[in-house]
């Protein structure tokens, strides 16, 4: 047997193998087969890693620079990103299975976050106050948190790496980053662009391997200050309660549940594509995936057999090929939670329309693929419209009028995205703003930029990420009294 590479972690500067001693195999979801090596990282590492970023923070070149300096660096490593794009896309690929077009189109993308951030580091101002207390000059000052922990998962490795990364150094963190134990490829490849911008030792670590072995380390250690983390609901709430008991400052991108809502004045060609991109795009496996179809009663039956019949036509198959449309499922554990999805929907009376299994197409080969999947006559009290899949399983429910769009719509634990399909401006306003959901899109759908802040309602997270927004995540702000007095007033009484 071909004998795998062996990938190690990086913390400070250097190279390192983790301290277990032991490695594990990611697996490329379209041959079903492991092609690398990834160090199975645990306290000791989480604790060196921990140690040298709040080194990093305290000390050496790091916080010797100005916010100038440290956009300069920002954006040096965007260019460093931009040229390596197609490399660090292709490791995606072959890590997560998602297109290969979509991953090139993504990375060629995250420089632009780099680039923003990077810009906004020497914006960030505090204020002189109009204080009220005479003698005294008042300000604020907005100052870095510490030690950040970016804990990434693996739809979408390095745009959500990005997303975390860019402001936290931007405001001037230091940071240790934990990629999903099934996609770390990327992650240890884009760590050499950091050294390469030229970024001190120390500023930003990468430790791989599971999240309770060597996320949670992380997560407790008492020398980190905030934890930024994208993943499923499960492991954000365990992060958030292990996290305060350490009083750490947290934000937390979950999952979600979101309705793509078609009303009967929309127009349906546009919606159709709308309604695929939402549930079939990277295979469904994206918190924003619309994998509730919401359609008006009235043009049910029409929408339908458009959707169904555009649905039949997407390719399947290698996800290199500029020609696939809809690639493996990333992991094996997710490739069965999808499938035990279908039994869930037949016990429970959905009406399957499309699809309702594996893939087995020859295109497909030993690769985890799921049969893109429709299931008609849903009800919003099925498991199948409340819990997040995670996959191209789309959930098609009728609503008769505006308000029972919006009341099934907000009937879900989650809220982070929603689309809304219509010609009316009135009802595009109206639902809009009826619809609990951090981003709303109108007649579009999946469209995200590091400009527009983005993040959860509900149970779909805390905090926001991308926008000027963000930046505020990683900052304090601290309020610094002068005085200008003479003479020192009665200290015993309260100025
Ligand atoms: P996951 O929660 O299993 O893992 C995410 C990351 O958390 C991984 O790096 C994992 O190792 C780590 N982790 C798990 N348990 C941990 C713990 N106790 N302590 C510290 N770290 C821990 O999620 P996943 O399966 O990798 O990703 C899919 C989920 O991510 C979906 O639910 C999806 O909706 C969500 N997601 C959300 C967004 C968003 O922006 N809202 C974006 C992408 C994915």
Same mark, same amino acid.
């Given at each position: 047997m071909e004998k795998l590479e062996k990938l190690q972690m990086y913390v400070n500067g250097e190279w390192i193998d983790p301290a277990s001693g032991e490695w594990f195999e990611s697996y490329n979801p379209f041959t079903g087969k492991p092609w690398v090596l990834f160090p199975r990282g645990g306290a000791a590492d989480a604790e060196r890693a921990v140690e040298t970023a709040k080194k990093a923070f305290n000390s050496g070149e790091w916080p010797k620079l100005n916010a100038t300096q440290r956009g300069q660096l920002l954006r040096r490593l965007g260019d460093l990103v931009a040229e390596n794009a197609e490399h660090l896309a292709e490791l995606e690929v072959r890590d997560n299975g998602k297109l290969y077009a979509e991953m090139s189109m993504q990375l060629k993308y995250v420089p632009q976050w780099y680039y923003y951030f990077g810009g906004l580091a020497d914006k960030i101002e505090g204020r002189v106050l109009p204080i009220d207390k005479p003698d005294h000059f008042t300000f604020t000052s907005r100052e870095p948190l510490g030690v950040v922990v970016a804990i990434v998962p693996w739809n979408s490795p390095l745009l959500l790496t990005a997303w975390k990364l860019a402001p936290a150094l931007a405001a001037g963190n230091t940071v240790v980053v934990k990629p999903s134990e099934f996609t770390s490829a990327s992650t240890l490849a884009f760590i050499k662009l950091i050294e390469e911008a030229g970024f001190?030792?120390?500023v930003v670590n990468v430790v791989t391997g599971f999240g309770l072995d060597v996320g949670e380390p992380l997560v407790t250690h008492?020398?980190?200050?905030k934890v930024a983390f994208t993943g499923g609901v499960l492991s954000g709430t365990r992060v958030y309660e292990k996290a305060a008991a350490g009083l750490k400052k947290v934000s937390l991108e979950l999952g979600g549940k979101s309705p793509n809502i078609v009303f009967d004045d929309a127009d349906i060609d546009n919606a159709i594509k709308g309604a695929i991109s939402g549930i079939f795009a990277a295979t469904g496996q994206t918190?924003?995936?619309?994998?509730r179809l919401l359609i008006q009663e009235s043009i049910h039956d029409q929408f339908m057999d458009k959707l169904v019949a555009f649905a039949k036509t997407a390719k399947m198959g290698d996800?290199?090929?500029?020609?696939?449309?809809v690639g493996p499922v990333t992991t094996h554990p997710q490739y069965e939670k999808i499938l035990s999805y279908m039994d869930v929907a037949r016990e429970d009376g959905a009406e399957c329309v499309l699809g309702g299994g594996?893939?087995?197409?020859?295109?497909?080969?030993? /690769?985890?693929f799921v049969e893109p999947t429709i299931y008609d006559?849903?009800?919003?009290?099925?498991r199948i419209a409340q819990e997040? &899949?995670? /996959?191209?399983l789309l959930s098609v429910i009728t609503f008769e009028d505006d308000d029972e769009a919006v009341e099934i719509g907000n009937d879900? &634990?989650? /809220?982070l995205a929603a689309g809304i399909w219509t010609s009316s401006i009135r009802r595009a306003i109206d639902i809009s703003a009826r619809v609990k959901a951090g981003t709303v899109w109108v007649n579009t759908y999946r469209a995200a930029s590091f400009i527009a802040p983005f993040g959860g309602y509900k149970q779909s997270g805390l905090g926001r990420e991308n926008?000027?927004?963000?930046?505020n995540e990683y900052l304090q702000t601290k309020t610094t009294w002068i005085s200008v007095a003479t003479e020192t007033p009665n200290p015993f009484v309260m100025r």
């Amino acid at each position: 047997m071909e004998k795998l590479e062996k990938l190690q972690m990086y913390v400070n500067g250097e190279w390192i193998d983790p301290a277990s001693g032991e490695w594990f195999e990611s697996y490329n979801p379209f041959t079903g087969k492991p092609w690398v090596l990834f160090p199975r990282g645990g306290a000791a590492d989480a604790e060196r890693a921990v140690e040298t970023a709040k080194k990093a923070f305290n000390s050496g070149e790091w916080p010797k620079l100005n916010a100038t300096q440290r956009g300069q660096l920002l954006r040096r490593l965007g260019d460093l990103v931009a040229e390596n794009a197609e490399h660090l896309a292709e490791l995606e690929v072959r890590d997560n299975g998602k297109l290969y077009a979509e991953m090139s189109m993504q990375l060629k993308y995250v420089p632009q976050w780099y680039y923003y951030f990077g810009g906004l580091a020497d914006k960030i101002e505090g204020r002189v106050l109009p204080i009220d207390k005479p003698d005294h000059f008042t300000f604020t000052s907005r100052e870095p948190l510490g030690v950040v922990v970016a804990i990434v998962p693996w739809n979408s490795p390095l745009l959500l790496t990005a997303w975390k990364l860019a402001p936290a150094l931007a405001a001037g963190n230091t940071v240790v980053v934990k990629p999903s134990e099934f996609t770390s490829a990327s992650t240890l490849a884009f760590i050499k662009l950091i050294e390469e911008a030229g970024f001190p030792p120390g500023v930003v670590n990468v430790v791989t391997g599971f999240g309770l072995d060597v996320g949670e380390p992380l997560v407790t250690h008492p020398d980190v200050a905030k934890v930024a983390f994208t993943g499923g609901v499960l492991s954000g709430t365990r992060v958030y309660e292990k996290a305060a008991a350490g009083l750490k400052k947290v934000s937390l991108e979950l999952g979600g549940k979101s309705p793509n809502i078609v009303f009967d004045d929309a127009d349906i060609d546009n919606a159709i594509k709308g309604a695929i991109s939402g549930i079939f795009a990277a295979t469904g496996q994206t918190c924003i995936a619309g994998s509730r179809l919401l359609i008006q009663e009235s043009i049910h039956d029409q929408f339908m057999d458009k959707l169904v019949a555009f649905a039949k036509t997407a390719k399947m198959g290698d996800p290199m090929s500029l020609e696939t449309q809809v690639g493996p499922v990333t992991t094996h554990p997710q490739y069965e939670k999808i499938l035990s999805y279908m039994d869930v929907a037949r016990e429970d009376g959905a009406e399957c329309v499309l699809g309702g299994g594996k893939a087995e197409r020859p295109e497909c080969g030993d /690769g985890w693929f799921v049969e893109p999947t429709i299931y008609d006559g849903v009800t919003n009290d099925m498991r199948i419209a409340q819990e997040e &899949v995670f /996959g191209p399983l789309l959930s098609v429910i009728t609503f008769e009028d505006d308000d029972e769009a919006v009341e099934i719509g907000n009937d879900v &634990v989650y /809220g982070l995205a929603a689309g809304i399909w219509t010609s009316s401006i009135r009802r595009a306003i109206d639902i809009s703003a009826r619809v609990k959901a951090g981003t709303v899109w109108v007649n579009t759908y999946r469209a995200a930029s590091f400009i527009a802040p983005f993040g959860g309602y509900k149970q779909s997270g805390l905090g926001r990420e991308n926008g000027q927004e963000a930046i505020n995540e990683y900052l304090q702000t601290k309020t610094t009294w002068i005085s200008v007095a003479t003479e020192t007033p009665n200290p015993f009484v309260m100025r």
